[in-house]
């Protein structure tokens, strides 16, 4: 029988004519060029034969339209670089769960309570002593007195950064022999720090008790009250402000208007005030009020100043102390005994008047970060980096849990949108950068073989 086989056939090497001698039956013993490599028929494998011979001999497969479309030089480009494009896909996976990551753990961590704060304020010291007097002259100027008071402190009672020991520290270096303590709407801090300052700093200030009424409409400040006066809500009525007023003078307390151009300013993002709705200067002096706040740390309150020269009302000054890092500006001048109720009587009467320093004194004291705050910063400041996708304004705070704005949430899709495109330019200056790299390696192995 002839060796040479017909295209599209293939001999078996088990193949014998034993049968019959008929070259016919060959037939029954071929493989088709369109039957599947794959398929292994039994009677091509029979009788041990030699598999590796076999699929030697097997005719190329005509082109199909599949196949042509593979062979287009787009399709062999991505065949002849399989591997490469198989890499860059696992990389860009890797780099999409990196940041994935590192995004969970960003904002994760910023909306999480409890964490390490950003200063320490537990090993405050104020090492000097200012003398105001030796620089600076009443508002009036023929006033005498010898107690300067400041009208408006907070401690951690509330939001303020220091304990009532480090507050009237403070006041001592900077001072003040008088100091009104006014947390947001609990008297706690003022009677504990007036206690301090009776059993332990021998007369050398006085504390009068007091604290900030704290709502959506007005920021109050009661002075030489004993008790809470509780706010009746984060956007009382004027009815309800009006009742808190007399009850504080039930108490035997002052209602004092704090800061009205700060609470009249606009809040950050919004076209509203700080303070939506608050009472005009006439409507509060025909509540009751016993008078205004005319300077609130550097700002001279104009409109509140001439009120109460008008209404004969007391002018009270404060520094609105929060944080231990910002210099004194005003004292509340008053000709009195270092005892609580002699200078409430001298404020009470308007015997009274303020030495004033919108720059500030110059002594200051700064904090460091405590270790347990720094070992998060790192992760901390990818939620203050990624936070840049979006926005969440809520607004000034009414200290009763809720917020005085409505809430705000704005996703920033162009910022998304070049945060894309930038790490698309760093995904595609890797790559080139690593095939230059991959390119002169392989130029230098081929050198040293």
């Not at 699929?55 to 787009?74: C, D, E, G, K, W």
Request: glycine share 6%; aromatic share 12%.
């Amino acid at each position: 029988m002839d060796n040479n086989f017909s295209a599209g056939q293939v001999k078996s090497n088990s193949f014998t004519k034993e049968d019959d001698g008929n070259d016919d039956d060959m037939s029954n013993n071929t493989l088709k060029y369109y039957e599947p490599i794959n398929s292994k028929p039994s009677h091509l494998f029979d009788n041990n034969s030699n598999n590796e011979d076999l699929l030697a001999t097997i005719a190329p497969l005509p082109p199909s339209s599949s196949t042509a479309y593979r062979s287009s030089p787009i399709a062999r480009f991505f065949q002849l670089h399989s591997h490469y494009f198989m890499g860059l896909l696992y990389r860009i996976l890797t780099l999409i769960v990196i940041l994935g990551v590192l995004i969970a753990i960003g904002l994760g961590l910023r909306y999480t309570d409890g964490m390490p704060q950003a200063e320490d304020f537990s090993e405050l010291t104020f090492d000097w002593k200012i003398d105001p007097r030796s620089y600076l002259t009443p508002y009036n100027t023929t006033f005498q007195y010898n107690v300067l008071m400041n009208g408006h402190a907070h401690s951690t009672y509330s939001d303020g950064k220091m304990n009532v020991r480090q507050l009237l520290e403070w006041h001592l270096a900077n001072g003040y022999n008088a100091v009104a303590v006014t947390d947001h709407n609990t008297i706690k801090g003022g009677l504990k720090a007036e206690k301090l300052a009776l059993e332990e700093y021998n007369n050398s200030i006085v504390v009068i008790p007091g604290m900030e009424y704290t709502c959506c409409r007005i920021h109050m400040n009661f002075l030489g009250i004993n008790e809470t006066v509780q706010a009746t809500a984060p956007f009382p009525t004027d009815e309800e402000l009006q009742r808190v007023i007399n009850r504080v003078h039930e108490l035997d307390g002052l209602v004092i208007v704090n800061h009205i151009p700060w609470s009249n300013t606009t809040q950050n993002g919004y076209q509203l005030p700080r303070l939506p709705n608050h009472p005009s200067i006439e409507q509060l002096i025909s509540w009751g009020v016993d008078g205004f706040e005319i300077v609130n740390q550097e700002t001279f309150d104009l409109a509140s100043y001439r009120a109460t020269n008008e209404h004969s009302l007391i002018q009270m000054v404060g520094m609105d102390i929060h944080h231990p890092s910002v210099g004194a500006q005003v004292w509340l001048t008053v000709n009195s005994t270092l005892d609580r109720a002699a200078i409430m009587n001298e404020i009470r009467n308007r015997r009274t008047s303020f030495l004033f320093d919108p720059a500030g004194t110059r002594p200051r004291v700064y904090v460091d970060s405590p270790s347990s705050y720094l070992a998060l910063t790192p992760l901390s400041y990818l939620g203050d980096y990624f936070g840049m996708f979006y926005s969440d304004m809520k607004g000034m705070y009414s200290f009763q849990g809720t917020f005085c704005h409505s809430e705000q949430l704005t996703i920033n899709k162009s910022v998304i949108g070049w945060f894309i495109f930038w790490i698309l330019v760093f995904l595609l200056t890797f790559e080139l950068v690593r095939l230059c790299v991959i390119w002169a390696f392989t130029r230098i192995n081929k050198r040293k073989s």
